[in-house]
């Protein structure tokens, strides 16, 4: 019995291996505008597979990164493709908070002398967390010119978490949330582990005053059809 019940055993544990060792996630990667790129990457979230936003913005001469992907793996693969189809060198990579879904690829980035962006509060919570830190960070606000492209990193308070920032790319009149924003059609708040619930609606407030009405508004995950802010306010209890 003794015997059968650790052949049992080997036997999980080699089944389980191969099944974490199946086909890594692939990023995918869609237009949004000209030069203004969307990709998902994936991950797996209580043993679903999560698709998450992120973003590409290919300036005269470089390419700036909004969120890394999930993993390593991905970070790879996001890299090649726009060495690939883009050839430009990434000026810098924004880190909007410090989860797995924004920084999860930073040790590849920084391996590859690629600067990383953060505000200070990330900083913080990526060390924490046992993520490496953001190269360059800030407090509030900061913007990246690139000619005619520029990149407002925002911090409106705390929300998904303490430290989620926002993101508005000129001149595209397009405001990125990530985890800030839920799509219009999610039906929850997602993982709020760490989320402020008193603070979000407020710091919501805080980001409409100073993006009053973009064009488009891209959440952390999901479709990015309009209702994002509104569905995200209505979640929150709010109304
Ligand atoms: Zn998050």
Redesign the pocket.
Known sequence: MQKLLSTLLLLLIIVNCYAQEEVPFQIDVTELDKGLLLYHSYGDYNGNKVSANGMVVVTKDSVVIIDSPWDNEQTVQLLDWIETEISKPIAAVVIT?A?S??IGGISVLHERNIKTVSSQLTKVYALKRGFEAPTKVFHKEITLNFGDHSIRVFYPGAG??VD?TIVYISPYDVLYG??FIKSSSSTNLG?TE?ADLDSWGKSIENMQKHFPSPKIVVP?HGNYDPGAVENTIELLGYK
């Open positions: 908070h989860h879904d924004r998904h978490t989620n990530g985890c993982n760490d952390g």
